[in-house]
């Protein structure tokens, strides 16, 4: 089903079904709720990615992002949508210890907010949790390849999986896929090992920084609008200038304000309210 038709959001079952058909998987991260009014049925899922610690709160990581902060943007972003599918990442350190925190974590996330499932970073080694989640109800979106909250692991914002360590990445695809994972987010690998992955595994691949031949898209709403001046990572399309329009809007205002031509008088009120 073409994602502007859509009436209602898809559950994890339908993205899943979603792999190798004629229509790629179209989606966006989102963090407040007028955002997630815009998408609204026009991407089959939106994510509330901890990438709002560095979007929105101006962390340099996304390590200090907290339940806390994932629950109260979740909330928002479920106030703007009835006909996208709401996913929410697992901020560093609510899962990795193992199935247990993850499930109770996975679960609070669901409760607090109504996403359909979560996405948790991390390859082969967060099988055993993926597969205790879905069993018991909570719908798991894995994430490889450039897994940002292992930023001091990985040792920087690196493409990853480049010549042999390609074929640790198709492995982690496969442990990942079997454990029950109902999609796959590629992150940063090169086209081809995307390409690779998307034809070899049963689940769909989302790709950010990745191949067009995966089944479906993500970025970063903030970094497709251009909403930020200084920074556009090569695999980001800007689709607008809105910091630009925004700066400019803004001079505008203050220039207007220090020359007392704001407001002017069709924004300011008469004593008398206007017959009616
Ligand atoms: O946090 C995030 O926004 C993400 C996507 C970019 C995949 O994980």
Do not use: W
């Amino acid at each position: 089903m073409s994602a502007t038709t859509r009436k209602t959001a898809p559950l994890p079952d339908d993205i899943r079904a979603m792999k190798g058909t004629a229509a790629p998987i179209v989606s966006l991260t989102a963090y407040t709720t007028p955002m997630a009014r815009l998408m609204d049925g026009i991407c089959d899922f939106v994510l509330v990615g901890d990438s709002v610690g560095m979007v929105l709160h101006g962390l340099s990581s996304t390590l200090g992002v907290t339940m806390e902060m994932m629950e109260l943007h979740g909330q928002a972003v479920a106030r703007g949508l009835t006909r996208s599918m709401l996913v929410i990442d697992m901020p560093f350190g609510s899962y990795e210890e193992g199935p247990a925190q993850a499930f109770r974590n996975a679960s609070r996330l669901m409760r607090t907010t109504g996403a359909a499932a979560v996405k948790l970073e991390g390859g082969a080694h967060m099988a055993e949790t993926i597969a205790f989640l879905t069993a018991r109800g909570v719908p798991v979106m894995a994430h490889i390849g450039l897994t940002p909250q292992s930023i001091n692991t990985l040792g920087g914002y690196k493409v990853q999986g480049r010549g042999a360590a390609g074929d640790a990445l198709l492995a982690d695809a496969h442990a990942l896929a079997d454990a029950g994972a109902f999609a796959l987010v590629l992150e940063k690998v090169p086209a081809s090992l995307a390409d690779r992955i998307t034809a070899d595994i049963g689940i769909p691949t989302i790709g950010i920084g990745a191949s067009a031949g995966c089944d479906g898209q993500v970025l970063v709403v903030d970094d497709m609008l251009g909403l930020f001046t200084a920074f556009k990572p090569k695999f980001v399309k800007r689709y607008a200038t809105l910091g630009e329009d925004a700066e400019a809007a803004i001079h505008a205002y203050a220039e207007e304000v220090r020359a007392r031509r704001f407001p002017a008088p069709e924004h300011v009120f008469a004593d008398e309210a206007p017959a009616s």
